[in-house]
């Protein structure tokens, strides 16, 4: 079976952590200033989220960007 990418377990980390503090999607992207449609993108694995948007995505999830890769990676 094929691993799925980068992008989408990245995503699913992201997704694990923002509904574990039951903050919906759209609530949250407006929290950090991005539109609800590529938020959700992000999640979904479908965008490939640069560095700096990442910090600024978990901080506001109140995680550590290494946290999250690393549970990308489990």
């Known amino acids: 079976m094929?691993?799925?990418t980068l992008a989408k377990r990245v995503g699913l980390?992201?997704?694990k952590r923002r509904e574990a503090l039951e903050i919906s999607q759209e609530d949250f992207a407006?929290?950090?200033?991005m539109h609800r449609t590529y938020?959700?993108?992000?999640?979904r694995g479908l965008k490939n989220v640069r560095l700096d948007t990442l910090e600024r995505v978990c901080a506001s999830l109140?995680?550590?960007t290494w946290e999250v890769l690393?549970?990308?990676e489990s």
């Open 62 to 64: 109140k995680a550590r």
């Open 39 to 43: 938020y959700s993108a992000i999640e």
């Open 13 to 15: 980390a992201l997704r």
């Open 30 to 33: 407006e929290r950090i200033g």
């Open 2 to 4: 094929k691993r799925p």
């Open 70 to 72: 690393k549970d990308a």
